[in-house]
């Protein structure tokens, strides 16, 4: 049974920086596309940072700058490092994993995490 499990959200204020995490389990992600989205209140769901097998990042534009995302492949655990965070970072953020390839592709059936809250203040 695969498994992703974010952890890491939190409530803080504007300007702080926060690291959310990611472990996986149930197959190896090395070989496969992973990647954070994020759903605000009354939002749509949106991309927010995703690694290719290769560690190809790449990132929303709304975070590009201020977010870093990083995958450990032997421990099979991906991170996102949010720094500069801003009230409309706030979201319920959530890990993906490829099933099928290497590189996003949005008819991919991703793994999906449960999601971790994170809530910045003015």
Do not use: H
């Not at 926060?18 to 759903?39: D, H, N």
């Not at 749509?44 to 590009?64: H, L, M, P, Q, W």
């Amino acid at each position: 049974q695969v498994q992703l499990v974010e952890s890491g959200g939190r409530l803080v204020q504007a300007g702080d920086s926060l690291r959310l995490s990611c472990a996986a389990s149930g197959r190896p992600f090395s070989a496969y596309f992973m990647g954070w989205f994020r759903q605000g209140l009354g939002k749509d769901r949106e991309f927010v940072a995703g690694i290719n097998a290769n560690e190809i990042t790449t990132y929303a534009d709304s975070v590009k700058g201020r977010f870093t995302i990083s995958r450990d492949s032997a421990k099979n655990t991906l991170a996102l490092q949010m720094s500069s965070l801003k009230p409309e970072d706030t979201a319920v953020y959530y890990c993906v994993g490829g099933r099928y390839y290497s590189n996003y592709r949005e008819d991919e059936e991703y793994f999906w995490g449960k999601g971790t809250v994170v809530t910045v203040s003015s």
